[in-house]
């Protein structure tokens, strides 16, 4: 239960001295009914560092992070065939470690945001007024204060009270990284959260990210070679259910250690 | 020679695209005017005996039902289907949340599905035979409000189960997942999420089972009905319904203006029912999406 992953865990260069990890996988398999997804993938995830997952379409990305906070579990049929998932050295598997607290400290952004049919106030509210007591002035407030975290309070001080369906694409995904917040979590896994927005709302949530990454620990999975180059501190490389490549961002694009790797970052291979 | 080929083929095409849209067309068309047909036709004969007394007063004359009105019928069809709604409404939608939310096996959802289905479509006399079986004899009810309520029940669950569990399956998967993950329990996200996004559904499939249950005779003839009543509604006494008059009123050759007027009156519920329904959904979906 308290076994320790130490950062030494030789995924990074030597020469590299890594922060405090947040987030390790040990030797974890995963999979779905009929297949296995994820084979034996060992990594780190560091404290207040955003890491960024990179691979080809189906190699399992996706899975990795559901893996990260217990929502593959979800799907019937899907879960951990075996290995760890440590959070701040506890196993997050193990049968003590409740789901709903593991999903509360490692919230989710997916790639399409999801609003739920209520309005923009009680949509950030909704992970927040089940984990905390709030009174109904400090609900106010602390769904502001989130939207604020965002950008969005200023846009939408006139609108807090409408349904959320009615924002806009890149408005909906920052309402729900503001709803994620509000849930105060530690980690956030984010599974392709600019796929679905356009140019100028990308950039808004790349900002955005960058700003979090300073208080919060950032996993992001994406299919944008140059996006994980712009805001990442670590990238690791999957292929096919394995890591290939682990490393700091500036190394894994300038000196990748695999030919793979290398193919990849400049697109040889899709 | 090619060219020759393609353009028959073409021509054929168009030819089939065009009888394709005629039939449509026609079938569209039918089906408006159809139903408008029925409407007018009730509405016309049904139309002159309408009066304030005929929505109010009991049947009278003699044969009973030359005379007076429809009132107790209007309040003991209304009576049997919130008796028959307070039964079956809870019980469907918590049948339909487990079976959605909370039950792993899919031979044993195959099967619960697969005798709704068949249940949802047995046709309602079957219902007045069981109700009346279970309930009038062997439970002792007699024929009473209670019994012709509890059979109403027993025919509408499995259509309200049956569109309610549709719902929830249409509701999208990754609502769920995007609620889970914020680390709620599956009752906060049943409560918070899935109810309110499939109201309008659950709304629509309970008045649409509502409607269909009101303007069933068969059903109740056999558990509730009775010919004549002052208007007095208790659980455990017989009621008038509107259907069971229209069947008393043709099948006894009582008064066909008076059939008429009770069939408009019918229909004019039906109409109302479905267009609040409509209404509901409208302001619901504007205001929450």
Known sequence: MDKKISSSDKVFSASHVAPSPALSLNKLNAGYKERQVLFNINAVFYKNKITSILGPSGCGKSTLISVCNRTLELIPGAG?????????????????????????????????PITFPASIVENVL????????????????????????????????????????????????RLCLARTLANQPEIILMDEPCSALDPSAMRHIEELIKTLSKTYTIIIVTHNIAQARRISDYTIVMTNGRIIEQDQTTKIFEKPKRKQTHEFIEGLIG | MVDKTREVRANQRLITERCFAVLVWIAGILGIFIPLYIITFITINGAPILSWAFLTL?????????????????????????????????????????SSQYCTS?????????????????????????????????????????????????????????????????????????????????????????????????????????????????????????????????????????????????????SFDHAFGTALVLVGVLIFGNMGVGWLKWRYIKNDG
């Open chain 1, 80 to 112: 951990v065939i075996s290995g760890n998932v440590f959070l701040n050295g506890n196993d997050i598997y193990d049968t003590a470690a409740s789901a709903q607290l593991i999903r509360k400290k490692i919230g989710i952004i997916f790639q399409h």
């Open chain 2, 106 to 254: 899919h031979n044993f959802l195959v099967f619960v599905r697969f005798f709704a289905e068949v249940l949802a479509s047995v046709p309602s006399i079957i219902y007045g035979l069981f109700g009346y079986a279970l309930l009038v004899v062997f439970f002792d009810l007699k024929i009473s409000l209670l019994a012709g309520g509890i059979t109403i029940a027993f025919m509408m669950t499995p259509v309200i189960f049956v569109g309610t569990h549709e719902s929830f399956n249409l509701a999208n998967k990754e609502l769920q997942q995007a609620a889970i993950s914020l680390g709620v329990s599956r009752l906060f996200y049943i409560r918070k999420v899935l109810l309110p996004k499939t109201l309008p559904s659950i709304l629509t499939v309970i008045v649409l089972a509502s409607m269909n249950a009101m303007g069933s005779a068969a059903p109740i003839l056999l558990t509730g009905a009775i010919v004549n009543s002052i208007g007095e509604i208790r659980l455990d006494l017989p009621v008038m319904s509107l259907p069971s008059h229209i069947f008393y009123l043709v099948g006894e050759a009582v």
């Open chain 2, 58 to 98: 009991p049947p009278a004359g003699f044969p009973l039902g030359t005379g007076g009105g429809i009132g107790p019928a209007i309040l003991g069809s209304l009576a049997l289907i919130t008796i028959g709604l307070s039964f079956s409404a809870p019980l469907s939608i918590l049948a339909a949340i487990f």
């Open chain 1, 126 to 173: 909704f992970g927040a007024v089940y984990h905390q007591k709030l009174t109904r002035q400090e609900r106010l407030d602390y769904a502001r204060h989130h939207l604020g975290i965002v950008g969005l309070e200023t846009e939408l001080i006139n609108r807090l009270h409408e349904p959320a369906h009615k924002l806009s694409g890149g408005q909906r995904q």
